[in-house]
């Protein structure tokens, strides 16, 4: 079946520090892997994407490689700001298509 | 910019009630889904919805169901309300040729008595 992993948080950094939140899947055939992001009061966001392996997605600084010999995605962000405080999902949609399969969501809080 | 609305942000019912959860989007997509959102579980799915009048069972349907009347609205109803459906429920809708982008509605924090 699939599924997702993701690190447990909460994380809180300082300012400028660098980030990584792991994210390990589970899929039959060969998913689309995601990153979302949820500020505080608003619903879900799209960061970032990728469709294939050793594609890299990006965004805001924020980065992941799709590795599929690990089946990883970690979200990567080389120096972080107090506006990156968020709950962060890492996400697979099925190569059906049809179904998309959250992480459990890590909290980020940045301190200035 | 698409838009996803929730009919409200905060919900409070009591158990037994029947308690309405609306979502409506405003491009035209295809495809609606309900999810609920619970710490250290993530976001679980409920009911997707293909096209009017059609729905999907998610993960973890029982207890609700779900309402496609009109292409743009995605109803979601719980017959009977209990305590353990207290949570936050998110409505997200995308097109059927671009199904790999979701745009999230804010979410109905629904607290039941």
């Known amino acids: 079946g699939n599924s997702v992993t993701q690190m447990e948080g909460p994380v809180t950094l300082s300012e400028e520090a660098f980030l990584t939140i792991n994210c390990t899947y589970t899929?039959?055939?060969?998913?689309?892997l995601f990153w979302y992001v949820q500020y505080p009061g608003e619903g879900l966001q799209l960061l970032l994407k990728a469709t294939k392996a050793d594609d890299k997605g990006s965004n805001k600084g924020f980065e992941a490689t799709y590795r599929k010999e690990t089946t990883s995605f970690h979200l990567e962000k080389g120096s972080v700001q107090v506006s990156d405080s968020a709950v962060y999902f890492c996400a697979l949609l099925s190569n059906t298509g049809n179904q998309f399969y959250f992480g459990t969501g890590t909290s980020l809080t940045v301190i200035p | 910019d698409v838009k996803v609305t929730q009919s409200s942000r905060y919900l409070v019912k009591r158990t037994g009630e029947k308690v309405f959860l609306e979502c409506v989007q405003d491009m035209d997509h295809e495809n609606m889904f309900w999810y609920r959102q619970d710490p250290g579980l993530g976001l679980r799915l409920i009911y997707f919805?293909?096209?009017?009048?059609?729905?999907e069972k998610g993960d973890i349907p029982e207890g609700y169901s779900v309402s496609r009347e009109k292409k743009e609205r995605f109803s979601l109803i719980l017959e009977s309300a209990s305590t353990n459906q207290t949570s936050m429920y998110l409505c997200?809708?995308?097109?059927?040729?671009?199904?790999?982008?979701?745009?999230f509605g804010p979410g109905t924090r629904l607290t039941v008595l």
């Open positions: 899929a039959t055939g060969y998913p689309s």
């Open positions: 997200a809708s995308s097109s059927r040729t671009r199904a790999s982008e979701q745009f």
């Open positions: 919805s293909y096209d009017v009048k059609m729905k």
